[in-house]
């Protein structure tokens, strides 16, 4: 059974600091998608990253897929309140069906 | 076009109903998934629709569950014999597949069942 597990799980900031979040499984993925989710609402697709070792980078935000395609990062620059959110990360199991992970629940403070 | 949408955005029950959810998808889009998300975790997976063939379904949903998605447009999920253990976000994603295969959901059904 494929599983994603994100670390950490809750994390606390002050606005202005960086950090980073992780997606990992002992398993390969063709690909992984980020999504933020904010309350009351669905997910978000952020990126989705398809070769091993690729980088992408959306603003302030910078996602790196492992070589061996089986983790993750995603790394926040100078975080703001408004990225205050649930990052998921997710990834294809089979044909059809999609797995999530587990989730990093970030709250940025002014 | 205005995106996914899903109804109802709140569902109360009392244990023993008998709920359906509603998911219109964005139009042209030919895929359509439910998930299920408790509190804390992340959405999961319960099934798959490519126009009206339910291609996969989870083997975690019981029997209760049952969704269709006739003609290919809208889809439903119907819980039978609701139980507290069904409490949950019900969410519904569409997309077009390609290589990709960008997912978009909607805002999502809350259900509580009583």
């Known amino acids: 059974t494929q599983l994603l597990e994100q670390s950490p799980q809750f994390l606390s900031i002050q606005e202005g600091e960086n950090l980073t979040v992780y997606c990992n499984s002992s398993?390969?993925?063709?690909?992984l998608q980020w999504y933020r989710q904010e309350p009351g609402e669905g997910p978000v697709l952020l990126v989705t990253v398809v070769t091993g070792g690729e980088v992408k980078k959306l603003k302030r935000l910078t996602f790196q897929f492992g070589d061996a395609r089986k983790d993750s990062s995603l790394h926040i620059t100078a975080a703001q309140p408004g990225d205050t959110g649930l990052y998921l990360c997710?990834?294809?199991?089979?044909?059809?069906?999609?797995?999530f992970g587990t989730g990093t629940r970030l709250k940025v403070l002014a | 076009d205005t995106g996914v949408s899903q109804d109802p955005r709140h569902k109360i029950t009392k244990r023993g109903q008998n709920v359906t959810f509603r998911c219109d998808p964005i139009s042209e889009h030919n895929r359509l998934y439910w998930y299920r998300q408790t509190l804390g975790q992340g959405p999961e997976f319960l099934t798959y629709f490519q126009n009206e063939a339910q291609l996969e379904k989870s083997r975690l949903l019981s029997d209760r569950f049952s969704a269709e998605r006739p003609k290919g447009s809208f889809s439903t999920l119907e819980i039978q014999r609701t139980e507290q253990g069904d409490s949950a976000m019900y969410l519904c994603?569409?997309?077009?597949?390609?290589?990709?295969?960008?997912?978009?959901f909607g805002a999502g059904t809350r259900l509580s069942v009583l």
């Open positions: 398993s390969v993925f063709s690909s």
């Open positions: 994603a569409s997309s077009f597949g390609g290589a990709k295969n960008i997912q978009y």
């Open positions: 997710a990834g294809p199991s089979g044909t059809y069906k999609y797995i």
